[in-house]
């Protein structure tokens, strides 16, 4: 499964975590992606979407 919404495209992000002495190593952050049962077109389908397009309706959740 890609980490990657397939509605709003939110993915991967990466960067560096500082320590408390400033030394810098690389680090990521995931989006919160979940799997869920999305109705479109009139058929039911499986799709990775993030909790943001889940919270603000941008899917059709099946029953």
Known sequence: MSRKCEVCGKGQVSGNSVSHSNRHTRRK?????QSVRIEENGRVRKASVCTA?????KINRAN
């Open 29 to 33: 952050w995931n989006a919160n992606i």
């Open 53 to 57: 397009c889940i919270r603000s309706n």
